[in-house]
């Protein structure tokens, strides 16, 4: 059964950094993408950041530069580190997973992808 759970978050004043953890256990596809969304109060769910089995990465303009997507394939944990928080990142963020073709095959469709695994969801807050 594959699960993913996330950790990491939490209250932060604007301009700190946190670090988003994403446990995934049962995952045995050797080809995939994996996300984090997030989702705002009163908005819609938005795709922040995506890295995929070849360890290509594909960021939303609104984060590029201050958050980074990573995987530690040993331990298998999906990272997402966010610096220089604003306020607008407060939301809930989830990891997501999908088995599957690479990033550079989906072209922009990867932005309305339906992730057929995700997590419950940890909740930022970021305070100005």
């Known amino acids: 059964q594959i699960q993913l759970a996330e950790s990491g978050g939490g209250p932060v004043q604007a301009g700190g950094s946190l670090r988003l953890s994403c446990t995934v256990s049962g995952w045995s596809y050797r080809y995939y993408v994996m996300a984090w969304v997030r989702q705002a109060p009163g908005k819609e769910r938005e795709a922040v950041a995506f890295?995929?089995?070849?360890?290509?990465?594909l960021y939303a303009d609104s984060v590029k530069g201050r958050f980074t997507i990573s995987l530690d394939r040993a331990k298998n944990i999906l990272y997402l580190e966010m610096n220089r928080l604003v306020s607008e990142d407060t939301g809930v963020y989830s990891c997501?997973?999908?088995?599957?073709?690479?990033?550079?095959?989906?072209?922009?469709?990867?932005?309305?992808?339906?992730?057929?695994?995700w997590g419950q969801g940890t909740q930022v807050t970021v305070s100005s």
């Open positions: 890295i995929d089995h070849g360890e290509d990465t």
């Open positions: 997501a997973a999908d088995a599957g073709r690479p990033l550079k095959a989906r072209g922009k469709d990867i932005w309305t992808a339906l992730f057929g695994y």
